[in-house]
Nanobody
């Protein structure tokens, strides 16, 4: 069982930056692919960024060049550095841990970008 706790959300002006953090409890953190997803009002949840156990990363086209995902295995954390934020980045952001049949989600943290 893995528990995920996100932090770092809040209100920011367009063009600003925020860093989200996700702290994981449980064993074998380094084996999990870790991802950040987001869900805006009235829209489906979408993948923002993912980092595999081997450190490979993938990003949604909408955030490429602006967001950076990273992980610290000894600390069991995954971060999402968000730069040049836009109003359309406003959403609830969720941390995800995935390994085989195991799939865990955090409770989500709100990001609001004002224009």
């Amino acid at each position: 069982q893995v528990q995920l706790v996100e932090s770092g959300g809040g209100l920011v002006q367009a063009g600003g930056s925020l860093t989200l953090s996700c702290a994981a409890s449980g064993s074998f953190f380094s084996m999990y692919s870790m991802g950040w997803y987001r869900q805006a009002p009235g829209k489906q949840r979408e993948l923002v960024a993912v980092i595999t156990s081997g450190g490979s990363t993938n990003y949604a086209n909408s955030v490429k060049g602006r967001f950076t995902i990273s992980r610290d295995n000894p600390k069991s954390t995954v971060n999402l550095q968000m730069n040049s934020l836009k109003p359309e980045d406003t959403a609830v952001y969720y941390c995800n841990a995935f390994w085989g049949r195991e799939d865990y989600w955090g409770q989500g943290t709100q990001i609001t970008v004002s224009s």
